[in-house]
């Protein structure tokens, strides 16, 4: 019999007790070393093979860690857990053979064999008890009072840990509410600066007119690849060759010329997408300004885990020693090897491979050390 169709045996505040389980949001998530090293203490305190760290959901019970057991989940059925969840106080079994509601439990009725059972209630600041810590025996035993408070005291600093992790999600919550906010609102100010420069430029001589232009079009360039770098959450992972594609058709777009991207596909962290993306921007831009003719973005495996991200140009060049890194060079290449460090790669450039023109090439691992 599962529990969940029995309503004589859910907590009276059984809605809500649920809704607080979902607000804590820690079902089916991957396993934690915090609760992990809880449950085995827990066992080593009560000499038992096994410690489980228990959330009571509306028809299973998931095991959050669960110290010398291979099980994730099992059904709520009757007894144990299930029953442990009513009451505030600790649920001690010396014998689960001995109590009306656990004997039909699978896990005490069948090949299993639970004997002992001792569970505290995972009880929430408001009241609500999500499951239990709970310690578990094949064979019958008794325990005083000092290990009774001990399992509670233990229980107590799972509550700590829960509550540490909702509150750490509530703040990355709303640090994300507050991000999209302000992304908006610079969004809408850049738009707003592009229409107010293209107005200006209408009324304007023409030499003026073209500057100003120009100068509208790049606080656009600005915004579009500012729309891409923020549509991701930031725990997202991104496909960096799709992300690359999508900002070089706004730059051609905006800028008027054509750029062309070739590559493999390799997903990121948005946290890496980010300086990728504005490192594309960068040359792309400069590439626009100085150089002639197409634009060819490259991004590649150069092995051992490491990437090439590559952007060459059919212009003029540069001179043979010039440095990307070296001070004299404009704030934009600047940015370039500021960007390329925080990737933990490095800035390299040379003439085109394919003929005519300047390439600028930024090496970096797939994965940071950090």
Known sequence: MNVAASSDLLPADEPQRLAAVRRYDVLDTPPDG????????????????IAIISVVDEDRIWFKSHHGLDAQQIGRDPGLCASAILSVAPHILPDATKDVRSLANPLVAGDFGLRFYAGVPLRTSDGYNLGTLCVIDKEPRTIDQAQIDDLTDLASVVM????LRLSSIRAVNQARMLAREIDHRVMNSLQFVSSMLSMQARTTSADSSAQLKQ??????????????????EPSERVGCLKFIQRICADLSGVLGVSISVEGVEAVFPTTKIQPIGLIVNELI???????????LVRFESAGHGRFELSVCDQGAGFAADFDPASAGNGLGMKLVVTLASQLEGSVAAGANPAGQG???TVTFPAELSN
């Open 34 to 49: 915090a609760f992990d090293r809880i449950t085995a203490i827990a066992a080593r305190r009560f000499g038992v093979p």
């Open 215 to 232: 100068a509208a079009d790049r606080v656009m360039v600005v915004a579009r690849v500012h729309k891409h770098f923020y549509a991701a």
């Open 285 to 295: 831009t400069n590439a626009a300004k100085h150089g002639a003719g197409d634009i």
């Open 358 to 360: 300047a390439c600028f």
């Open 160 to 163: 700590d840990q829960l509550e």
